[in-house]
């Protein structure tokens, strides 16, 4: 089976900074998008960025220029370092991998959500 295990969110005040990291597991797995998306209160859950086993970005327009996703495919880790966070940030933010399996088949993978809230 594949694990993923998210860490780093909190409360901090607007204009701060969180970095969340999802480390993802598994025997005979290659994992190939890895990405965020969030969920706030009373709305639909969105993409918030994503990154591809080469490296290519995407990112919700309202994120761009204060956050970044990066990845590392030694660890089988994505993060996401926000910058300069506002109260609309706020929200439950779930780590996403799509994997491959030794025979080709691809899944789709959740994180079970960490908690991100932006108040002074």
């Known amino acids: 089976q594949v694990q993923l295990v998210e860490s780093g969110g909190g409360l901090v005040q607007p204009g701060g900074s969180l970095r969340l990291s999802c480390a993802a597991s598994?025997?005979?797995?290659?994992?190939?998008?890895m990405g965020w998306y969030r969920q706030a209160p009373g709305k639909q859950r969105e993409l918030v960025a994503r990154?591809?086993?080469?490296?290519?970005?995407d990112y919700l327009d309202s994120v761009k220029g204060r956050f970044t996703i990066s990845r590392d495919n030694a660890k089988n880790t994505v993060y996401l370092q926000m910058n300069s966070l506002k109260p609309e940030d706020t929200a439950v933010y779930y780590c996403?991998?799509?994997?491959?399996?030794?025979?080709?088949?691809?899944?789709?993978?959740w994180g079970q959500g960490t908690q991100v809230i932006v108040s002074s």
């Open positions: 996403n991998v799509n994997s491959r399996d030794q025979y080709g088949d691809s899944r789709v993978h």
């Open positions: 598994g025997r005979l797995f290659t994992f190939y998008d």
């Open positions: 990154v591809t086993i080469r490296a290519t970005t």
